[in-house]
């Protein structure tokens, strides 16, 4: 679900930090550098709103990867399979997650195209969950600070930035897509 850049503003203005917090959970970039641009002008204090915002982007990757973890049992053997996860690609998962889970994490939270399959796939693969939100927080921290620069120095045009987001979002999509495609290639021509 996305607002208009417009709403977003009006409601943050009106509700503050109160209702900042479940905003920036669903729709954490746009949310930020709003914020930003509300601190910048006096309505919202600046280290407070980064902080809540740090929060709630744990907080969504939190619900990311319990969806992860928890949302396998709810597919039966034959829809794994048809999704691509058998027994063997999930304990490559594991086996990926637990040598290199930190550096998946950190790429995914820095390019956020990847985020969401990246967090899922974290907790479907169990990774323990301290380590989880300690990367989730070594990534979050500078993207929070870089969002909340950009909106106190270019907040006025929040909505040229959020469609430049969108646009960057799409863009890394499919890089990360065509890079997913190019491994399951190799590997299948690897086999062969």
């Not at 027994?87 to 930190?102: C, Q």
């Not at 994490?105 to 956020?112: G, I, R, S």
């Not at 974290?122 to 990774?127: E, K, P």
Request: glycine share 12%.
């Amino acid at each position: 679900m996305t607002f208009a850049t417009a709403d977003l503003v009006t409601m943050i203005q009106s509700h503050g930090l109160l209702l900042l917090f479940p905003l920036a959970v669903i729709e954490g970039p746009i949310v930020t550098i709003i914020a930003g641009w509300l601190s910048h002008l006096g309505y919202l204090p600046l280290a407070r709103v980064a902080c809540l915002l740090v929060l709630a982007d744990l907080v969504g990757d939190g619900l990311l990867y319990c969806l992860g973890r928890s949302g396998l049992r709810l597919f039966s053997d034959r829809w794994r399979a048809r999704l691509g996860l058998s027994p063997d690609r999930l304990e490559g998962l594991i086996a990926h997650f637990r040598d290199k889970g930190g550096r998946t994490l950190l790429l995914a939270k820095l390019t956020h195209s990847l985020g969401f399959a990246a967090l899922v796939a974290a907790g479907a693969a169990r990774m323990p969950v301290l380590p989880f939100i300690g990367f989730n927080l070594l990534g979050t921290l500078p993207k929070t600070a870089l969002l909340l620069l950009v909106g106190v120095l270019f907040g006025a045009a929040n909505g040229a930035i959020g469609i430049w987001i969108g646009r960057g979002t799409i863009v890394m999509g499919i890089v990360g897509a065509a890079l997913v495609v190019a491994w399951l290639t190799r590997n299948r021509w690897r086999r062969s």
